[in-house]
């Protein structure tokens, strides 16, 4: 049996991945290609006809294959004939700011081109503007997505009817959460614009998902009490800053020794959400617990010192700057990861932090065991802070700095949280205490 042609199994397996099949069948529906391809090959059936589909599947029949079997089969070649051109693409010509793009006498692929380039000015675009490391993650993502739905089309051809294709297509066929489609529209967006430096278009007519009023979910001070008794170190304590500060998951675990002043009972959160700064206030309930963890934390770095560590990870160019600053206390993660990591390309063992999976699996686990009925998770906590801070009638505005919310419009979701008053409940100020 003759393998699948190269040219054929890489159109085949752009269309696998764009219509989001499990990995775990790409296997059999390779499987079944390659069957249909020798079929047409031994019978002389073209297999370009879609008619010679009908007796593929007979012969399955003949062969007693299963029903699951047979559909499987004619879901693979129907993924197959979509490869296929429906006129010939090689004089398809595409427009272009008002004039045309040969693209057989320009010498542009319609497929298989290589985008190497693309990605590489993608990153660095992103990292010019200083985004997030997981903003170049999703948006790269959503790049390698769109180059699998154009079967790898040059760049360079890309017009704006692809986009609305694939919104289309997540929307209408996918039928993804209005996040991802709005996530997916942000990246393209960016792509077009940063990238291709194209114009993006009027796209009034990309079918677009609107969020639905969403209301978070908050825990009762019994109920967080109930959370991290069921909690061990340092997860307990982890989950006291989460609530006692409103930090996000990422913010806590990216604390470092030098974050939190005792003297003056603050916490400084560095590069938060937007790659912004703030302080919050220390909880005076949980000093003493910080104070013995950071005990622990230098004696953690003595011994790691002894074994000739080279240093925790640190962010940006700092090292390159302060060549000991990854040895330095001040920079040592607060909530340090239990074992080294070995870095291969330099031979040697660095320290990260305890990783966000562990505490979001602990916190999941307490959940449950305090048999709390509530979907709650590690931000369930900072949605906590905020509805109790509201609920003692702080200020709108001061919540939002402690939040490190950019609008005040994030922050007004948490009204609807707590109980709302009345015209008959309300008092007087001359009544208040």
């Not at 190269?6 to 775990?24: G, H, V, W």
């Not at 903003?135 to 051809?157: E, H, I, N």
């Not at 920079?331 to 999976?357: C, G, M, N």
Request: hydrophobic residues 35%; contains cysteine; charged residues 30%.
């Amino acid at each position: 049996m003759q393998p699948i042609p190269p040219k054929i199994k890489s159109d085949f397996d752009a269309l696998l991945i764009a219509k989001q099949i499990n990995e775990r069948y790409y296997f059999y529906y390779r499987k079944w290609l390659k069957y249909y391809l020798d079929f047409c090959q031994k019978y002389h059936f073209q297999h370009e006809d879609r008619k010679s589909l009908n007796h593929f599947i007979r012969k399955l029949k003949d062969k007693r294959q299963s029903e699951q079997q047979q559909q499987q089969a004619i879901n693979a070649i129907a993924i197959y004939y979509e490869t296929l051109p429906t006129v010939s693409e090689s004089n398809i010509e595409y427009k272009n700011k008002n004039h045309i793009i040969s693209s057989e006498k320009e010498g542009l692929k319609l497929t298989n081109a290589d985008w190497k380039r693309v990605y590489n000015d993608l990153s660095s675009e992103i990292q010019l503007r200083n985004y997030s490391k997981k903003t170049l993650k999703a948006y790269m993502g959503w790049a390698r997505k769109f180059q699998y739905f154009t079967k790898s089309k040059d760049p360079r051809l890309l017009i704006p009817s692809d986009v609305k294709k694939i919104m289309t297509f997540l929307a209408v066929e996918r039928k993804v959460s209005a996040s991802s489609q709005n996530q997916a529209f942000n990246a393209l967006l960016f792509f077009y614009k940063h990238v291709l430096k194209k114009e993006f278009g009027d796209m009034k007519d990309i079918p677009r998902a609107k969020r639905k009023p969403y209301i978070p979910v908050v825990l009762s001070r019994e109920e967080i009490e109930k959370v991290v008794s069921n909690l061990s170190p340092p997860y307990d304590l982890i989950v006291k800053l989460l609530y006692g500060c409103g930090l996000r998951l990422s913010e806590c675990m990216n604390l470092r020794v030098g974050c939190l002043n005792f003297d003056m009972g603050i916490l400084t959160v560095h590069d938060g959400k937007g790659k912004k700064d703030r302080t919050v206030p220390l909880p005076e309930k949980i000093i003493n617990e910080l104070k013995d963890h950071l005990e622990y934390v230098i004696t953690r770095h003595q011994k790691d010192l002894e074994t000739g560590y080279a240093g925790t990870f640190l962010p940006g160019l700092i090292e390159k700057k302060y060549k000991n600053a990854a040895k330095e206390l001040a920079w040592q993660w607060f909530f340090p990861a239990k074992t080294l990591t070995f870095v291969p390309d330099k031979r040697e063992y660095r320290l990260y932090h305890i990783h966000d999976s562990h505490v979001q699996k602990a916190v999941k686990q307490a959940v449950n065991n305090a048999k709390i009925t509530k979907r709650a998770s590690p931000h369930t906590f900072r949605h906590s802070f905020a509805s109790h801070l509201l609920q003692a009638n702080y200020d709108i505005r001061t919540i939002q700095e402690l939040l490190g919310h950019s609008d005040v419009r994030t922050t007004m979701v948490y009204t609807h949280t707590i109980k709302s008053r009345t015209i008959k409940e309300a008092r007087s100020p001359l009544d208040f205490v």
